[in-house]
């Protein structure tokens, strides 16, 4: 074979690759036709046998006499549909494993966790030693279908605190609230499906979205939450089939929702039936409680998700789900199928030793407190550098910041990444790529002396 006839054929087999990987072409789906999909390429039937016979021997497809070629099975995820941007400052999964392959030596202002020192570790040592006197079946078996009843119930007086009324049988354990979100993307999407998210976002929510198929609409942030009449042109336009969003301490704005913004954003999705992802990660960071959507909607239509690794352990790997029955039922189920159940039982007896020791409620003052005097800091030496906060939140460890000038914060990025300081360039937030001259800093990750002069170094190399 020629190499003309061998990059038409290869053209041929990524196209069929993109399509199953999009779960745009399913387990037993029947692929086009040889006849119409040589039309389609442009190129000769024998091309289109030739590109199918190979897939087949790879496994991908398969033949049947009489029935042509259908899909043997497909990915997980949507791999293809995921893969890295031009640019890698401006793709999230390479923020993403920058962040967690630095090692402790490397400064991270760009990560979203905060550093060890500022976490309980006293409190998680008390409740592994706890686990550790336990009895066997703990370190041995696996756990409930829907996690421990134990720290089930721990959330649900939580939440009941608030005004949430959502009892254990509401509330599903998973692996982490990145976890939570992926069953939930499993749950309710389909690919090529619309969805709705802040812009700028947390970086996360468009990796998993891509790896789901769904196709992400960004909403323009303000300081009270997304933009009311964008939201509702939006649900007019793309008819979107969720929306996710943070409600506190808005990642990585800090933005908090109001309760008039939060009003007419449950009003717009009821009226076109719009399921709505909370993720309530930070709330424990604010000083005082903001509106949550939860708690007006009371899980009619709001899904709440969340886990435990910013006031915590990120280490131990442990979220949560609530949501009205028919769908937590739903989500068990999937999880049961994906994984096998939630989280490991040590991990999720870790977390309700923890929050149920008498040090976590001055844990949180303290962490609090520290938070708010990191941000004063912070904000005072980028403002030095000429780098403003959009705003300055009520809690929290994100600022949300503009660079001096119009800078190009993905060069910055690359600049400092050859210093060995990991930063986190805006555009990796934004949908609509709006965010260029933005940048988010972790105030609790700023202390290393060499973050400010790379950082003044990487400015004005951007």
Not at 75 to 87: E, F, K, M, S
Not at 101 to 117: H, Q, S
Not at 355 to 372: F, I, M, P, Q, V
């Amino acid at each position: 074979m020629d190499q003309a006839a061998a990059t038409r054929t290869g053209a041929v087999m990524e196209a069929i690759r993109r399509r199953i990987a999009a779960r745009a072409l399913g387990a037993g789906d029947r692929l086009p036709s040889i006849r119409g999909f040589a039309a389609t390429m442009g190129v000769s039937p024998s091309t289109v046998v030739e590109a199918y016979d190979r897939l087949a021997a790879e496994g991908l497809i398969r033949s049947r006499p009489g029935s042509g070629f259908t899909v043997a099975g497909h990915p997980p995820l949507a791999v293809a549909a995921i893969a890295a941007r031009p640019d890698p400052a401006m793709d999230p999964l390479w923020v993403s494993r920058r962040s967690l392959d630095a090692g402790a030596a490397i400064p991270k202002p760009g990560c979203g966790w905060l550093p060890p020192d500022w976490m309980p570790v006293a409190a998680l040592r008390r409740s592994m030693r706890r686990i550790a006197r336990g009895g066997d079946a703990v370190l041995t078996d696996y756990g409930d279908a829907r996690g421990s009843a134990d720290l089930r119930r721990l959330l649900a007086r939580r939440f009941a605190a608030e005004g949430l009324d959502a009892g254990p049988d509401a509330i599903l354990l998973t692996a982490s609230a990145s976890q939570s979100f992926d069953l939930v993307c499993r749950a309710l999407l389909r690919p090529g499906d619309t969805v709705l998210v802040d812009d700028p976002c947390y970086f996360n929510f468009q990796a998993a979205l891509r790896a789901h198929g769904a196709r992400a609409v960004g909403v323009a942030m303000t300081p009270s939450g997304p933009d009311p009449d964008l939201f509702a042109a939006a649900l007019d336009a793309h008819r979107p089939r969720i929306y996710v969003t943070n409600s506190a301490l808005q990642n990585p704005t800090g933005a908090t929702l109001s309760a008039q913004a939060a009003h007419r954003l449950l009003g717009a999705a009821a009226a076109h039936d719009l399921a709505v992802v909370e993720d309530d990660t930070f709330a424990d960071l604010e000083p005082e409680p903001s509106p949550r959507l939860a708690v007006l909607d009371g899980l009619g239509r709001v899904i709440r998700i969340g886990g435990f690794s910013k006031t915590l352990s990120a280490s131990t790997r442990c979220g949560y789900v609530a949501a009205k029955p028919d769908l937590v039922e739903a989500l068990v189920d999937l999880q049961v199928a994906t994984s096998f159940g939630g989280p490991s039982p040590v991990a999720a007896g870790l977390v309700h030793g923890a929050l149920s020791d008498g040090s976590y409620r001055k844990h949180l003052a303290s962490l609090r407190t520290r938070l708010s005097e990191a941000r004063r800091d912070t904000a005072g030496r980028l403002c030095d550098l000429g780098i403003r906060p959009w705003l300055m939140p009520r809690g929290g460890f994100t600022l949300w910041c503009r660079l001096p000038d119009g800078r190009d914060a993905a060069a910055a990025a690359r600049a400092a990444s050859r210093d060995d300081v990991v930063l986190a360039p805006g555009d990796v937030f934004s949908v609509s790529q709006t965010a260029t001259d933005m940048m988010r800093f972790n105030v609790a990750q700023m202390s290393d002396p060499r973050v400010y002069p790379v950082l003044a170094r990487a400015l004005a190399a951007a």
